[in-house]
């Protein structure tokens, strides 16, 4: 699979409107992860290029950008959307090339990212300060203002739609930007960037610097220039994003990982809930923040639900993103290791079904076959971390309360759900479960741009998506006018 569906040159950076090498043209390589092949170089953008995107961005900020109006700046978007709409098939073709992820999955986050524009094109202008009852003699009210410059720094895992999500929203509320993407997979950034400046964005608005996280998220982290932090992507480098930002007093809004539990009652619809259970743990391979990899179940139907979820894995196939199958590869070799030194600690574990591999799928490709664990204790790794794989384990609880404190018991609380008919237990859980999303007789509940979502715990600090992210990109200012 070839990257002819792009229109930009992958390898160069966009600053201040200009796409140029990065300083030194140093490059990196890119791989797709369906066969292992090379299949082009990116920029490695270094510290300098951090340096000359935050000034492109203040620059914006009180140039052409500054000075647009919130109904403009939503033109932009919705403009935006469109051509993002009109690039779909486009789109799909490199995320599946870049991140290996089947077509239909691209596609989604292709849509999803049109989405994003259209909804804060729609709510750029509706964002409204309050007036306060005060003194008399005064008349006081709040002014939401954008931070300045915002920072970016985004996973491999959902370019797309973590980049419409955050810097969809950031430029809603009059922010600039600076975009670093994942070295693994940066190319529908690119093309984003591109679409933004068809679509009427004045030059410095989005900068896009991709590069070596240490090296140029590490720059963009700890900037004296940058405002605001959107970090999406490992609690490890959250920790140390957020320690780079603090020495610059800077506010960080961190989308971390997740160890997200579905909830299965005795009571519950078992047909409605079984594509839900498989499909949040697979899609994207697994590699999804909000993944549910934990199905706890009540042991009365224990063995119905884990032999239907075995014969459904037992029909997944894995193969390479054209062929646009359950399953795609995971990102790099590096994750393929990390998974399968999971799966290798899972020998005391009872393995209730595995997918298959498709026969074509090429042999360089970095692919996993879905696994389903059965009976797995609450306190094993495997039931406790983060795999980021096409995992899933199965654990039984007894009482309601065994369940809360399981689907609680680890450092995660990203989404929950609960499969049940009992409308009070329904209420009880979604208040008792520590995460920032909860669903009833549902998971994801396809995906909502409009719905706030972020973590509690491990799974990080602050919301984005909804109107939640365009309070989070902007600051309020309190006016107090005495008048007598
Ligand atoms: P990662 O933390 O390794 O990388 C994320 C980004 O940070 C990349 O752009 C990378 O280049 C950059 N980076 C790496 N080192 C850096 C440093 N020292 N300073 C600044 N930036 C640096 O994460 P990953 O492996 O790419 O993504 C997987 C993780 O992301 C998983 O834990 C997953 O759960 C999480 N994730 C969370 C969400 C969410 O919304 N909560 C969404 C997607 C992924």
Redesign the pocket.
Known sequence: MALDRLWIDPAKILIAGTWRDAEGGGRLPLENPSTGDGIGEIAAGTAADIDAAVAAARGALSGDWGRMTATERGRVLTRLGQLVLERVDDLAQIEATDVGKPLKQARADAVALARYCEFYGGAADKVMGETIPYLDGYTVYTLREPHGVTGH??????PMQ?IGRSVGAALAMGNACVL?????ACLTALAFASLAEEAGLPPGALNVVPG???EA??A??GHPGINHVS????????S??QA?AAKNVVPVTL????KSPQVVFADADLDAALPFLVNAGIQNAG????ASSRILVERSRLDEVTSAMAARYRALTVGPATADLDVGPLISARQKEIVEGFLARSDDLETAATGSLAGNAPEGGHYVCPHLLANVPPDHSLARD?I?GPVQVIIPFDTEEEAIAIANGTDYG?VASVWSESGARQMRLAKALRAGQVFINNYGAGGGVELP???TGK??HGREKGFEALYGFSSLKTVAARHG
Do not use: D
Request: aromatic content about 10%.
């Open positions: 720094i985004v996973p491999w895992n959902y973590i670093k993407p994942a070295e693994e070596l996280g240490e998220g590490a963009l982290a970090f999406t992507g490992s609690v490890g480098v959250g140390l994003v780079a989308e971390l990982g997740g590699q999804t923040c909000s983060e980021f990203l979502f972020g973590g799974s990080g």
